[in-house]
């Protein structure tokens, strides 16, 4: 099982201080933060992709490329690559150069995005994000595994014998999640393909999410990829820790009551008592984590959001080291004595590369 954090590049006052950093100060946090986590022991560091204020991370390749020159390790992903909004052409080649740049050391996560005036600043039409996240995805899908592509959709122009550069490293295409958090259409959508599914639920509760990845799985195997239980499922959350769960929620409280998404809503006790929001011990987050199995089943990777709601860097490097030495260590042993063998791992590169071509290496 894969664990990692995301970040959604955030720009947002510290309400203890009241000071706000830079867009420069968060960009050099967001490469410090993705060192970390690889230095602690974690698998996977994924970014957003947002064009507005208050958010630094419009050019989520940009940034993973420079993080990868500086890891060995770490899986580079992305938390939302907007396929709505961004050409097919255009992600086909960007994420193609990461995947060569960063060796295999990547995927990616398709998704919508929770700004709805990102459409027209592009062009498009939030009325038709469904459609444009569907076609788009079907020309990009041909893009990495086609080398000559005759293409004609609704939402753009004609492609007539193109090839998209670089072609995917190896051969294989970087694996692909679909991230959504209400849209059944996109867990549809992973299925068909065969893709992974990440459910985001960051903000719903319990009994969504399970309806959602069920879905999925159900439809993954309906398409003759598997069993049920055999798809490849992601789950987001979020944790606050401290030794002592008092001092954890006495510390948290300030940023959670002021977060520009949640804050002024639901209390901190609503929130953590209805969604994967854990504050408080270590041991809190590993059982309550332990505890999305029993509605999601067996699955592949674990993401959690540190960064947000104006914690100081110091503050989530403090949040890396407890997860590196205290929580994954157990998660890891608890989650592999639980799945079965026929369940598989998430796929990286180098797993993919073995399938096809046993007899090759991934170059290290």
Avoid: C
């Avoid at 986590?37 to 560091?45: I, N, S």
């Avoid at 005759?150 to 550069?165: A, V």
């Amino acid at each position: 099982m894969q664990f990692g954090i995301f970040t959604v590049g955030d720009v947002t006052t510290d309400p203890t201080t009241g000071r706000t950093p830079t867009e420069h100060e968060r960009i050099e946090a967001t490469v410090a933060i993705a060192k970390k986590a690889e230095e602690v022991g974690l698998d996977v560091f994924a970014t957003g992709q947002h064009h507005n204020p208050p958010f630094i991370p419009s050019a989520p390749t940009t940034t993973l490329a420079y993080i990868a020159a500086q890891t060995e390790r770490l899986i580079l992903s992305t938390s939302t690559t907007l396929i709505t909004t961004t050409d097919p052409v255009r992600i086909a080649e960007d994420y193609a150069t990461l995947q060569h740049l960063s060796n295999g050391r990547m995927d990616l996560m398709m998704g919508r995005g929770n700004t709805g005036p990102v459409y027209p600043w592009f062009g498009k039409d939030i009325r038709d994000g469904i459609a444009l996240a569907i076609e788009n995805y079907a020309l990009l899908h041909r893009l990495w595994r086609e080398d000559v592509v005759d293409w004609q959709g609704r939402y753009r122009t004609p492609l007539q014998g193109f090839t998209s550069t670089p072609r995917p490293l190896d051969g294989i295409a970087p694996f692909v999640w679909h991230g959504s958090i209400r849209s059944p259409e996109i867990a549809e959508q992973a299925a068909y393909y065969g893709d992974g599914f990440f459910s985001n639920h960051i903000f719903w509760p319990a009994s969504h999410t399970k309806q959602m990845v069920a879905l999925y799985r159900r439809r993954f195997e309906h398409y003759g990829h598997g069993s049920a239980d055999q798809a490849i499922v992601g789950l987001g959350g979020q944790v606050f820790m401290r030794k002592n769960s008092q001092d954890a929620v006495r510390e948290f409280r300030p940023y959670f009551d002021n977060a520009p998404v949640y804050g002024h809503g639901p209390s901190l006790e609503e929130f953590t008592s209805q969604t994967p929001l854990t504050v408080g011990s270590p041991q809190e987050v590993i059982e309550k984590t332990l505890g999305f199995r029993e509605y999601a089943g067996d699955y592949q990777r674990q993401l959690w959001l540190l960064d947000h709601a104006g914690l100081p860097l110091k503050t989530v490097l403090e949040q890396l080291d407890i997860l590196g030495e205290e929580v994954v260590p157990v998660l890891r042993k608890e989650f592999a004595a639980l799945k079965p063998t026929h369940v598989p791992d998430a796929p990286t590169h180098a797993s993919q590369l073995a399938a096809t071509s046993p007899e090759k290496e991934l170059v290290p």
